[in-house]
């Protein structure tokens, strides 16, 4: 077994080092066995780090049982991820409290990096559940993977849109993977399984604790693209991910409910903050912006944009055309073997679309 997994894991266990803690000791100490090796003067000078966790710090090597751990995830097939790993998402890198260590049941694919979050009450009405099984199907339709919490209410009507489409979706948990929380969304929980993942920072048997869900929302937005809230009232945990995803840099939207709804006082007041209103699909893929890392499709298709996931046969010829480069329009015509007032035409809703740019010189370029 890899010394540093059982590192990683090992701190990864102890009581009172969340996210936040084990960045800091990581930037002092480098990896997660230097940390464990470490003095408990050594551990005390790091920010967040008292007496109490400084000593079950150096006791963890004797203490946390790594080994039950590891026996369990290999009798139920749980993965076990490490920001080390190459298929660790690419989103949640980026955060700056990523998790060491992620358990998954199911799989992740390179196409999941283009996922999409939906949030909201755990108390929907109709019209919340309706919008939010419309949208996932969409969206799932579109090409994008689908994240949500699988809480009552709006998050399960995500996955379940999803899943009705055929698409994917991935449920981050304040659970262990394998202590789902609602228990009657364990049949829901193995859907999702088949058509994507389970995942946790926490052990796979972790029961459910208030403290672990907010910590958990910054999972489902630090994974994802962008945050779709629908449905919720002032008081909502989903709006606790629309503050994290803000500042995690990424796009928030909300849709519009009845004025008179107490349930969608919280996305009226994230619209006038400069949530971007949606209806549709299209509204969140033309918002969402270009991607850091060109992702692959399930069909093989490379995508640069979200937006392209939404391009006709024509539109894909003329963007393909233009390539990586920045060739005059000639050039695409060629390309494209379409005709030149098609080729025209279609740059102009392209350019509509912030996915080219004219430059001097009758080229053009990708955005």
């Known amino acids: 077994m890899d010394s540093q997994l059982i590192a990683t894991l090992r701190l990864a266990l102890v009581s009172g080092v969340g996210p936040r803690?084990?960045?800091?000791?990581?930037?002092?100490?480098?990896?997660?066995?230097?940390?464990?090796?470490?003095?408990?003067?050594?551990?005390?000078?790091?920010?967040?780090?008292?007496?109490?966790?400084?000593?079950?710090?150096?006791?963890?090597?004797?203490?946390?049982?790594v080994e039950s751990q590891l026996a369990i995830c290999r009798e139920q097939n749980v993965r076990i991820v490490t920001d080390a790993d190459d298929d660790y998402p690419r989103l949640l890198r980026e955060i700056h409290d990523p998790p060491a260590v992620l358990f998954v049941r199911g799989g992740l694919q390179p196409s999941d990096a283009m996922s999409i979050a939906i949030v909201g009450t755990r108390h929907a009405t109709h019209y919340g559940l309706r919008q939010a099984e419309r949208l996932a199907s969409g969206l799932s339709r579109a090409g994008l993977t689908i994240v949500s919490g699988l809480a009552r209410g709006v998050d399960a009507a995500a996955h379940r849109g999803a899943l009705e489409a055929g698409g994917r979706t991935l449920a981050l948990l304040g659970s262990g993977v394998l202590n789902v929380y609602p228990p009657e969304h364990d049949e829901l929980a193995r859907a999702v399984i088949s058509n994507g993942a389970l995942l946790s920072e926490t052990p796979p048997m972790h029961p459910p604790k208030s403290g672990s869900f907010p910590q958990r929302n910054r999972l489902i937005t630090g994974i994802s693209l962008g945050v779709i809230v629908i449905e919720a009232s002032m008081r909502s945990g989903a709006l606790i991910s629309a503050r994290l995803?803000?500042?995690?840099?990424?796009?928030?939207?909300?849709?519009?409910?009845?004025v008179d709804s107490r349930a969608s006082t919280g996305c009226h007041r994230l619209i006038r903050d400069g949530a971007?209103?949606?209806?549709?699909?299209?509204?969140?893929?033309?918002?969402?912006?270009?991607?850091?890392?060109?992702?692959?499709?399930?069909?093989?298709?490379?995508?640069?944009?979200?937006?392209?996931?939404?391009?006709?046969e024509q539109e894909q010829a003329v963007l393909s055309a233009i390539g990586s480069e920045t060739p005059i329009i000639d050039e695409v015509i060629v390309l494209s073997r379409l005709p030149t007032q098609r080729v025209l035409a279609t740059l102009s809703v392209l350019e509509m679309r912030r996915l080219v740019r004219r430059l001097p010189g009758n080229r053009v370029t990708r955005i």
């Open 21 to 65: 803690t084990r960045q800091a000791l990581l930037s002092r100490f480098g990896d997660s066995a230097t940390v464990l090796a470490a003095s408990l003067s050594e551990l005390r000078e790091v920010d967040g780090v008292g007496a109490k966790l400084a000593e079950s710090i150096r006791r963890a090597s004797e203490e946390v049982d």
């Open 245 to 258: 995803a803000m500042e995690q840099g990424r796009e928030v939207f909300a849709l519009p409910g009845r």
């Open 276 to 312: 971007r209103l949606i209806e549709s699909v299209d509204d969140v893929l033309e918002e969402l912006g270009p991607l850091v890392e060109a992702a692959p499709t399930d069909t093989g298709q490379v995508v640069h944009h979200p937006a392209e996931l939404k391009l006709n």
